[in-house]
């Protein structure tokens, strides 16, 4: 059996070991809602007490999440087959696995010890580049630019972890070198954030949202951003309810209804071009 790799990530970065755990422990499952024997396999080589991180609710909203997330990218790569993915802090991320259509570009980047890590799993082609750089920084910038337009890039559970002038900055970057762009990301209510001590997986990690927002769609819009789809994880996509068991389907209609339901959001955006100088 291969040796297995250690992981030594700061606490923000920690948290990429739980949609991974979550992908892994949904495709075991007799009726997965998805199937990534990839994130199976990269569990099975890391060296990491996954079991303290549960079987909960997160590893359920984790996964629709991702669905979510993989609905709208797949959505773009129907409009633009051979248009470019940018994950904006990649982590063990496998969208590139599960969504691929043999012509579209991907660019993944992330601090350089998890780009090390990744490393270890992925390899760079003709079309997929990795590299090591800041979530909130610039240095992907020219790696991007020579992929070919359009582009979507995307924010699961990354600048939810910077602070808030850093995620606006990001936000800046893309604005300043791609107007026009896609930007999917993710936000959470100040009583979310006030609850986190409490949640059921980042209790276990040292890392916890940076910053909250009750208006979304006007703090965005403050960025740069123009909103185009916003959902919670109960009132997914059309793609994703269809994909549920009817039992969840009734349960997550349930909880959408109550205030816990409504204090995550994940927003599907266009990139507004910065006002001229």
Same mark, same amino acid.
């Given at each position: 059996?291969?040796?297995k790799h250690?992981?030594?990530?700061p606490?923000?970065?920690e948290?990429?070991?739980?949609?991974?755990?979550a992908?892994?422990l949904? +495709?075991?499952k007799r009726r997965?809602l998805?199937?990534?024997?990839?994130?199976?396999?990269?569990?099975?080589?890391?060296?990491?007490?996954f079991?303290r991180?549960?079987?909960?609710?997160s590893?359920?909203?984790?996964?629709?999440?991702?669905?979510?997330?993989?609905?709208?990218?797949?959505? !773009?790569?129907?409009a633009n087959?051979?248009?470019? =993915? &940018?994950e904006?802090?990649?982590?063990?991320n496998?969208r590139?696995?599960?969504?691929?259509?043999?012509?579209?570009?991907?660019?993944e980047?992330?601090?350089?010890e998890?780009?090390?890590?990744?490393?270890? !799993?992925?390899?760079?082609? @003709?079309?997929?580049?990795?590299?090591?750089?800041s979530?909130?920084g610039?240095?992907w910038?020219p790696? =991007?630019? +020579?992929?070919?337009?359009?582009?979507?890039? =995307?924010? @699961?559970? &990354?600048?939810?972890?910077?602070?808030? %002038?850093g995620?606006a900055?990001?936000?800046?970057?893309i604005?300043?070198?791609f107007?026009?762009?896609?930007?999917?990301?993710?936000?959470?209510?100040?009583?979310?954030v006030?609850?986190?001590?409490?949640?059921?997986?980042?209790?276990?990690?040292?890392a916890?949202?940076?910053?909250?927002?009750?208006?979304p769609?006007? @703090?965005?819009?403050r960025?740069?951003l123009?909103v @185009?789809r %916003?959902?919670?994880?109960?009132?997914? %996509?059309?793609?994703?309810?269809r994909?549920?068991?009817?039992?969840m389907?009734?349960t997550?209609a349930?909880?959408?209804? +109550?205030?816990?339901?409504?204090?995550?959001h994940?927003?599907? %955006?266009? &990139?507004?071009?910065?006002?001229?100088r």
């Amino acid at each position: 059996m291969p040796d297995k790799h250690t992981v030594a990530l700061p606490a923000a970065q920690e948290t990429l070991l739980i949609p991974l755990y979550a992908r892994a422990l949904e +495709t075991r499952k007799r009726r997965p809602l998805l199937r990534d024997p990839r994130s199976v396999a990269m569990v099975e080589r890391i060296d990491y007490d996954f079991a303290r991180l549960g079987t909960g609710r997160s590893m359920i909203g984790a996964v629709l999440r991702g669905m979510i997330v993989d609905a709208w990218v797949s959505g !773009f790569l129907a409009a633009n087959p051979s248009g470019t =993915v &940018v994950e904006i802090g990649a982590g063990l991320n496998t969208r590139h696995e599960r969504l691929d259509n043999g012509r579209a570009h991907w660019v993944e980047y992330d601090l350089p010890e998890v780009i090390d890590l990744r490393k270890r !799993f992925f390899a760079d082609t @003709e079309r997929r580049t990795m590299l090591a750089a800041s979530a909130t920084g610039e240095e992907w910038v020219p790696a =991007v630019k +020579t992929r070919p337009g359009p582009y979507l890039f =995307v924010s @699961e559970a &990354v600048l939810i972890y910077a602070s808030r %002038t850093g995620a606006a900055e990001a936000v800046g970057h893309i604005r300043r070198h791609f107007p026009g762009a896609g930007l999917i990301m993710d936000t959470f209510t100040t009583t979310a954030v006030s609850m986190m001590d409490s949640h059921d997986t980042l209790r276990h990690m040292r890392a916890r949202p940076a910053w909250s927002v009750d208006d979304p769609a006007s @703090e965005l819009a403050r960025w740069g951003l123009s909103v @185009e789809r %916003t959902c919670t994880l109960p009132r997914a %996509t059309p793609e994703v309810r269809r994909a549920l068991p009817l039992g969840m389907r009734l349960t997550t209609a349930l909880i959408d209804r +109550t205030p816990p339901g409504r204090r995550y959001h994940l927003h599907n %955006t266009r &990139v507004t071009p910065c006002p001229p100088r």
